[in-house]
């Protein structure tokens, strides 16, 4: 069986907000990370991945994002316990809010990081650049 996770890779004004993961977490304590969790049991429904990811920004760190999503990719890894997860990846538009670090225990910091920030930080795993490197390759390209 797999955890579902989902995360959300939101943009604004050519940064992404990027998460410190607090030292409490089971996975991947301390590092960085797109902001997301995990898909609760609901039974039958319709848009459970697009629902979670926006309820779990909105929890986690106050921000509201566009209804329009766009997949990235998915994965499946096994976590430092154990338990054997499938993470989606979601493009996500910013809409509104502040974005604060709301559960302490989950979210150590917030920032909103450039791609090479991203890529050249000592805390960015492997995946969070990988994901990173995919999502900016989904953004059109601005004309100016």
Not at 19 to 35: F, N, P, T, Y
Not at 57 to 70: A, M, N, P, Q
Request: glycine residues 6%; contains cysteine; negative net charge.
């Amino acid at each position: 069986m797999f955890i579902v996770n989902v995360e959300g890779a939101i943009r604004k004004n050519d940064k992404w907000l990027i998460i410190e993961r607090s030292k409490k977490e089971e996975h991947a304590g301390g590092l960085l990370s797109l902001v997301g969790g995990k898909v609760d049991i609901e039974g039958g429904s319709s848009n459970i991945l697009e629902r979670t990811v926006k309820r779990e920004i909105l929890e986690e760190v106050g921000v509201k994002v566009k209804d329009s999503l766009t997949y990235v990719n998915s994965t499946s890894f096994v976590t430092d316990t154990g338990q054997n997860v499938v993470d989606v990846v979601f493009l996500c538009e910013y809409e509104s809010g502040e974005a604060l670090p709301i559960i302490p225990d989950e979210v150590e910091k917030v920032s909103w990081l450039t791609s090479e920030e991203i890529l050249n930080h000592p805390k960015s795993p492997i995946y969070l650049k990988e994901n990173i490197k995919k999502a900016e390759a989904l953004i059109p390209i601005q004309l100016t």
